[in-house]
């Protein structure tokens, strides 16, 4: 079975996907904080938990690790992984101004 990444939110899957490539196919399931999961099947499945550091993530944390003790767990760094995702586009749109700037000055010295 391919692994499986289980995010609280639908919009928690791109940001998820973004922030931690895939380095081969993998099934992204979005609970939308409800907690109804194909449970038989993913017992069989490799998991990772990418829930928020919430409460309503944490405590949904809790009762899947009962339910799938060999399922790993990616927590955000911030609250919300989405925060995470802001955090990262913010940092490369820096890096890309900073690129842009140094070389704006090289071609101010080629002049």
Known sequence: MQPV????SSIGVPSYATLHPPQAKMLYLSTESAGSLPLERLQLSQVVIAFDRDPTGA?????LQ??????????????????D???????LQQQFA????SQERSHEYEL
């Open 5 to 8: 990444v289980m995010c609280e």
């Open 59 to 63: 405590s949904m944390r809790e009762g």
């Open 66 to 83: 009962e339910d799938l003790p060999q399922a790993s767990e990616q927590l955000s760094i911030a609250e919300d992984s989405n925060e």
């Open 85 to 91: 995702f802001q955090r990262h586009f913010y940092r």
């Open 98 to 101: 900073a690129l842009d700037r």
